[in-house]
């Protein structure tokens, strides 16, 4: 005799597959869900901080204003103190020519003149070239504290931002990187770089030293021991302890 349909043997047969295609869907479901999470989405996959917050290096504008007063006869010592130590940060992070900028048409146009002159002076007296110099006049509206403005541009490093810190780095079953991970390190990075341009390029090397160099390879080509000496003392050297033993 058949067995009827609507036995349970039947039923959990029939229930099988459909429990397996509903288990199938569920596990998809989960997983597209976490796939579209941003936690699994860049930028918060990369692990390498420079990847996720990079900092950005553009040219910002470094002036100087030397406020000059009617009758005065130019720059005083503390004018002067700041001019030089301008100077300096000037060669060492310029990337472009310095500007000078010169009101006219106001009252204090001789001490702006009186004022130039010194301008000028300091920077000979820095070893700044005349061709890195331009001179721009601007009109002082009859200002008659327009200052002289010495400018040039240099590069500036922008930090990035680090706004979220609502996440719970106690527990992360999912083990992925913090929103803010690495962060603080690339801005106090981006704000302690005494010049941004070395994340750019590398610095220029100087030439090295080769007085020791040219000694040993001069010893070397005439067939000379080229270890240096030392004396009975001293701990012997692995080249000595070799001839030692070899002389045995």
Not at 137 to 161: C, F, I, K, T
Not at 229 to 235: F, L, N, V
Request: charged share 20%.
């Amino acid at each position: 005799m058949a067995p009827s349909l609507t036995t349970p043997t039947v039923l959990r047969r029939l229930a099988r597959p459909s429990l397996a295609l509903l288990a199938v869907l569920l596990v998809g479901t989960s997983l597209a869900g976490c796939i579209r999470s941003p936690r699994f989405q860049a930028p918060f996959t990369l692990a390498n901080p420079n990847e996720r917050f990079p900092i950005a290096v553009h040219e910002g504008e470094v002036s100087l204003d030397l406020a000059v007063y009617r009758g005065s006869q130019g720059l005083n010592p503390s004018q002067k103190a700041q001019l030089y130590a301008f100077l300096r940060d000037y060669k060492e992070q310029a990337v472009d020519t310095l500007l000078i900028r010169a009101p006219s048409g106001g009252p204090n146009e001789t001490a702006i003149m009186r004022a130039y002159e010194q301008v000028r002076a300091a920077m000979r007296t820095a070893g700044i070239p005349s061709g890195e110099i331009k001179i721009e006049p601007y009109y002082s509206s009859g200002d008659p504290n327009a200052p002289l403005r010495v400018s040039y541009l240099q590069y500036v490093a922008e930090p990035p931002d680090c706004p979220d810190w609502s996440e719970n780095v106690a527990r992360d079953p999912q083990n992925m990187p913090w929103p803010n991970m690495g962060c603080a390190t690339q801005r106090n990075l981006a704000v302690s770089l005494a010049n941004p341009e070395d994340l750019i390029r590398p610095r220029g090397e100087t030439p090295r030293p080769g007085e020791r160099r040219d000694v040993v390879w001069d010893k070397y080509v005439k067939g000379e021991v080229t270890i240096s000496k030392r004396a009975p003392s001293e701990h012997a050297n692995a080249s000595e302890v070799s001839q030692v033993g070899g002389s045995q």
